[in-house]
């Protein structure tokens, strides 16, 4: 009944490993882990079986002290799960006095010895203080169940005396053709081995000394699916007959069992090895091995800023105050107040690049006069204004109007740009509507006074997104009603759309 709990507990232990590595899946983030290592045993073993005197660990006084070494290839699936397989050699011994065979009731004293057997087994581990802790505490213990399954190689050397019919000590062996019907056979050094099935278990804690090794120790308890490991089987072995050693029957005594205690040293390999220390990652400085390392701690945390830390980032980062003089036009005359060298001309004036105003007529008279160039041209800007919710050109704006058309005629290296806008006392897709009728206005006035290449004149319309003045005064809702005019040279005209603005 004992066994039948210890079977389930472990297979409890399977299913509890795969669950875990089912959640716990081999970190794939960007940055690489090493999770291979391979790890070297060396110790002692003790026999558990017929020919064994104690149940327990304790040696009986004509048992020897027998030992074994492995090696190990260990892969890493999660920071829970992993696998490996595992190779074995060793020798295994055993005695007992007053055996008593029930075939014949005689009484032996009876020693067994395996004196190499060698076994290969594939076997699941769980880091158990991963499962019960976590990863903040005993980072550097690694605490492994591991679970398996393989086959095991032995022949076995029987040495015996009958003590009912005295007489000297007598032996025989496994190693025969006999012994290799039930389970077959490897020839090794001239001798037959048995192949059986075994199911090795144990528990194994490792301490990481460096980036590349760890030191453990592990204790594996081995299942062997036979009695017949010591060459007895309980109650129906009779040495000096060998009857019931050979055949299939079953004895009163459970299968036998080996345990191994033993020094481990893992060497973990890959690349630029590295561990952690204090518990801090640097992903960095190289590759963690995923036996020891919490991936996610790999994965840095987003920065998410306080209120204050944005404030800061944004007035650090905040361009420089723009002087308001670029986007104000105090007198409406078409140059902005950071340029404007008389700010404060009358309405409707004509004025230079600087601002500074200009007789028009005088302008004209003086290119008649003096016959200047007509590839010559100077930058001119006015404005006309326009009655609420109009698009008729008024009649001091048809005098302005008519003496740019003579202008241009005489200049034929200029462009006029005409700029239609509103006030803010109507819908938005309405008042652009309405500068585009403004403009459309000028246009056709241009065009019927005269002007000898219509396609010197280029029209934009804002609707109200460009006022000189406020909306909220009888004076800023008519400066705001306007078009601009302005006069360029061929060279420097281009549009003045916003970007992605589409009228």
């Not at 020094?263 to 690349?271: E, H, V």
């Amino acid at each position: 009944m004992k066994r039948k709990n210890l079977y389930v507990a472990l297979i409890c232990l399977s299913l509890l490993s795969l669950n875990t590595f089912a959640q716990n899946r081999t970190y794939e983030g960007p940055n690489k882990m090493n999770t291979w290592s391979i790890t070297g045993y060396g110790g002692i073993t003790k026999f558990f079986g017929d020919l064994s005197e104690y149940n327990g660990f304790k040696r009986g006084d004509n048992e020897k002290l027998t030992g074994a070494w492995g090696l190990s290839i260990n892969k890493q699936l999660s920071p829970i799960f992993g696998v490996q397989i595992v190779g074995y050699n060793g020798r295994l011994q055993g005695s007992k006095e007053g055996h008593i065979s029930s075939l014949s009731n005689d009484v032996y004293n009876a020693t067994f010895n395996s004196p190499s057997f060698v076994q290969l087994t594939l076997d699941g581990t769980a880091n158990l203080n991963r499962l019960l802790f976590g990863y903040k505490k005993l980072r550097r213990w690694k605490v492994d169940a591991h679970l398996g399954f393989g086959i095991i190689y032995y022949h076995t050397d029987v040495d015996y005396i009958n003590v009912t019919k005295g007489g000297g000590p007598k032996s025989f062996s496994t190693n025969t053709d006999a012994s290799s019907k039930t389970a077959g056979k490897w020839e090794r050094n001239g001798s037959t081995y048995t192949r059986e099935w075994v199911v090795p278990t144990g528990l194994s804690v490792h301490y990481e000394l460096t980036p590349r090794f760890d030191l453990g120790i592990d204790y594996t308890h081995n299942f062997v699916n036979t009695e017949k490991l010591d060459a007895t089987v309980g109650g129906l072995s009779d040495y000096d007959t060998q009857q019931g050693i050979w055949t299939f029957a079953k004895g009163e005594s459970r299968n036998d069992a080996y345990g191994m205690a033993s020094i481990a040293l893992t060497y973990k390999l890959g690349k630029n090895a590295v561990m952690a220390k204090k518990g801090k990652y640097d992903a960095g400085s190289g590759r963690y091995h995923l036996r020891w390392a919490n991936p996610q701690s790999l994965i840095p945390i987003p920065y998410n800023p306080t209120m204050e830390d944005a404030d800061s980032i944004a007035k650090a980062n905040m361009p420089k105050p723009v002087d308001p003089r670029l986007y104000t036009d105090s007198d409406g005359d078409g140059v902005a107040d950071l340029f404007d060298k008389e700010p404060n001309t009358p309405a409707g004036s004509v004025v230079s690049g600087g601002g500074v105003a200009m007789d028009l007529d005088k302008i004209i008279r003086d290119a008649i006069k003096n016959n200047l160039p007509k590839d010559e041209c100077e930058a001119l800007f006015s404005n006309i204004e326009f009655d609420t919710d109009k698009a008729i050109i008024r009649n001091p704006s048809k005098e302005t109007l008519s003496k740019v058309v003579e202008l241009l005629n005489m200049r034929t290296n200029c462009r006029i740009v005409l700029v239609g806008h509103t006030d803010a006392r109507a819908s938005d897709a309405y008042n652009v509507s309405l500068s585009r009728r403004r403009v459309d206005a000028a246009k056709r006035f241009l065009i019927r006074a005269g002007i000898t290449d219509p396609s010197r004149i280029l029209i934009e319309h804002y609707g109200e997104y460009r006022p000189i003045a406020e909306n909220t005064t009888v004076e800023g809702l008519q400066s705001n009603r306007r078009v601009e005019i302005k006069i360029l040279p061929n060279n420097t005209i281009r549009s003045t759309y916003p970007a992605g603005f589409r009228p």
